[in-house]
């Protein structure tokens, strides 16, 4: 018996069978939850801004990034009014300032093709498989671009409070959670109360008040051995877990995905750490976000992305219409609204 392989698909072209399909395993895609979202109706523009109200007097940086990271002062501290007013006499007052974070979204595609001898002798539905792989690969392109983004972030703090990457042979502590916790806390950062829905359609849902942390599988067990860590069985019937939740500690919310890659051999000496060639530690970053540190375009409703479908049919350069071709594109961006209320804690994993 012969087989026919058409690229990396090999049909059963001599029967017919009942194929059961495994599924394809992805990542949990968590970023896209915790962002400030700003999603963008077609044929509308190619700049998304995001905007800040405060008052004229408050302190704090201009930039993008606000005022101070690491307890260094909380940006747009409000001036508070501790005169007393005086009877007849009007006060100065104030005013509203704003401040834009505008992003220009990038668009990002990619495509399959597809022969007219694959649609025509295939027992599977190679364009359902198809669309599906593609549908997949979408959404991880959207998780790696927000990843890029958000690890840039300037907040960073190191396992067992070492100077910097490349001395990180220490896995994560409860001391080093509260390091993080207690600099948002002194930012007047905002724990996360609602987050975007796990649906195709664009919309949140409430969550207990906490600090929401992303990190690679690689850290579960890390994690769990820490006192004081509930796994997501404990919660009880009022707080429900999210998918690719593993449990809490104090403040913070643990979530995994492996799209939050590490950093290969960037560490020190290993020793019982995991390490990619042997020699140094894999530093893994764990991205803890309060409410508002991020914008962006989210990858939900009718208007994030267009799938497109060309069947083999006569076309120039293909004038016997032996090629079809099954792609999506999209547009999408991400931005750091304000780095205080986010935090980096990188860290290693026990191997």
Sequence with gaps: MSVVTYGDISPAVAAYSVVRMLKRAIPYLQLERFGQTYPLPTNSTQTAKFRRYYLAGATGAAGPNGGGVNGAGAPYS??????????????????????????????????????????????????????????EQAAQTVEALRFNV??????????????????????????????????????????????????????????????????????????????????????????????????????????????????????????????????????????IFGRDAFGLVPLKGKSSMTPMVVNPKPAPGDPLGQRGTVGWKLWTSTVILQDAFMARLEVAATA
């Design 150 to 287: 958000l690890k840039a972030g300037t907040n960073v703090f190191y396992a067992n409070a070492v100077a910097g990457r490349t001395s990180v042979v220490a896995t994560i502590t409860l001391a080093d959670q509260r390091r993080v916790t207690t600099a948002l806390n002194r930012q007047n950062a905002k724990k996360i109360t609602q987050v975007v829905a796990s649906t195709a359609d664009f919309g949140t849902k409430s969550v207990e008040a906490s600090y929401m942390a992303v990190c690679h599988p690689d850290l579960e067990s890390d994690i769990r051995n820490i006192a004081g860590f509930k796994v997501v069985a404990d919660y009880g019937p009022h707080t429900t877990p999210m998918e690719g939740e593993i449990g809490s500690l104090e403040q913070v919310r643990y979530l995994t995905s492996t799209m939050i890659a590490p950093w290969a051999d960037a560490g020190g000496a290993k020793g019982a750490m995991r390490s990619t060639s042997g020699t140094n530690a894999d530093v893994y970053p764990i991205l």
């Design 78 to 135: 409000m001036p508070l009014a501790t005169t007393p007013l005086v009877e007849g006499v009007t006060p100065s007052g104030n005013s509203l300032a704003v401040q834009d974070y505008t992003v220009t979204l990038a668009q990002y595609g990619d495509f399959v093709t597809i022969t007219d001898v694959i649609m025509d002798t295939h027992t599977d539905n190679v364009l359902q498989q198809a669309t599906d792989i593609l549908g």
